[in-house]
């Protein structure tokens, strides 16, 4: 049974540029989180996503926008990117109720030159 | 505002000594907590989490937790620390009312083991 995967591991892009991260979920999940973790940082929350809509968003800049697909896969997008956008992306699934533990994936190794 | 404080930012261990990492927490209703653990280049793993019941709750690894409602607390324990048990730890609360609330983390402690 597969794990939240993500994709790619790894990804340079320069300032200005725009960027699209991937994550399929745990396998029965079907709500899809993404979190973004700066070196040295616990993660934060970005935005989630539930039957093809977003739930909730942090707060974070329009920049930041997602996609779920009717399969519960997710992207991650990001528009003009500056370097402070350099992070791990971590995409969490879950389901179910309240409480239901988020599962990770390994992330997205975001850098911006 | 709800948040979660790891007072403790890097602490060091011997092999074989006992564990304990803080958490404190600042949440208006009753909490679900959980604590990750995420090695270098890696995702967060779960090691254990709290709903209700039982305060005292086991996970995987060989780590326990102690919820403290009176104290805030969430406190992260392990008798014996391994080597491999060297990483970040993150404790976290669940902020919403339905499913797919977000977590909230703490700044996290990074444990180094000494052989």
């Known amino acids: 049974d597969a794990g939240v995967t993500q994709s790619p591991t790894h990804l340079i892009k320069t300032r200005g540029q725009q960027v699209t991260l991937r994550c399929s979920p745990k396998?029965?999940?079907?709500?899809v989180s993404w979190y973004q973790q700066a070196l040295g940082q616990g993660p934060q929350f970005i935005f989630q996503?539930?039957?093809?809509?977003?739930?909730q968003r942090g707060n974070f800049p329009d920049r930041f926008s997602g996609h779920q697909f009717p399969n519960y896969s997710s992207e991650l997008n990001v528009n003009a990117l500056l370097l402070g956008d350099s992070a791990l992306y971590l995409c969490?699934?879950?389901?179910?109720?309240?409480?239901?533990?988020?599962?990770f994936g390994d992330g997205t190794r975001l850098s911006i030159l | 505002a709800q948040s979660v404080t790891q007072p403790d930012i890097h602490i060091t261990v011997s092999e074989g000594a006992s564990l304990e990492l803080r958490c404190n927490y600042s949440y208006g209703a009753t909490p679900y907590l959980f604590w990750y653990v995420q090695s270098p280049g890696q995702g967060l793993q779960l090691l254990l989490k709290?709903?209700?019941?039982?305060?005292l709750v086991q996970g995987i690894k060989g780590f326990e937790a102690e919820f403290k409602r009176s104290q805030s607390s969430f406190n992260l324990r392990k008798p014996s620390v391994h080597w491999s048990d060297a990483a970040e730890y993150f404790c976290?609360?669940?902020?919403?009312?339905?499913?797919?609330?977000?977590?909230?983390f703490g700044q996290g402690t990074t444990l180094q083991v000494k052989p």
């Open positions: 969490a699934s879950s389901w179910g109720d309240r409480g239901q533990p988020q599962h």
């Open positions: 996503y539930y039957e093809e809509e977003e739930r």
């Open positions: 709290y709903f209700s019941g039982d305060t």
């Open positions: 396998s029965g999940h079907d709500t």
């Open positions: 976290a609360v669940l902020h919403g009312s339905s499913n797919t609330g977000k977590l909230i």
